[in-house]
């Protein structure tokens, strides 16, 4: 069983930066971010893979450009720095983990875009 433990959320202005960070217990090959707004499904944002190859990382093209994620192998930690947010972007940011024969999700961290 991996743990994962999120930080980081809450209310920014668009056009503002947040970053979130999402810490494992254990080492996990890949980890990442899903996002649910309200009365919609959940959707990948974006992910990256221990190897921190090119071609590690894969955003949704619906952030591609102002989101970056990033990872600390040491600390088993991955952020999510948002620059320049949109109030469609408000929802609740999940930190995923998988090694492809299991995925554990964090708890959750509400993220509003705002002014």
């Known amino acids: 069983q991996v743990q994962l433990v999120e930080s980081g959320g809450g209310l920014v202005q668009p056009g503002g930066s947040l970053r979130l960070s999402c810490a494992a217990s254990t080492s996990i090959f890949r980890l990442g971010w899903y996002r649910q707004a309200p009365g919609k499904q959940r959707e990948l944002v974006a992910s990256?893979?221990?190897?921190?190859?090119?071609?590690?990382?894969k955003y949704a093209d619906s952030v591609m450009g102002r989101f970056t994620i990033s990872r600390d192998n040491a600390k088993n930690t991955v952020y999510l720095t948002m620059n320049s947010p949109k109030v469609e972007d408000t929802a609740v940011y999940y930190c995923?983990?998988?090694?492809?024969?299991?995925?554990?999700w964090g708890q959750g961290t509400q993220v509003t875009v705002s002014s």
């Open positions: 995923y983990g998988t090694d492809y024969s299991r995925t554990f």
């Open positions: 990256i893979s221990s190897a921190g190859t090119v071609g590690s990382t």
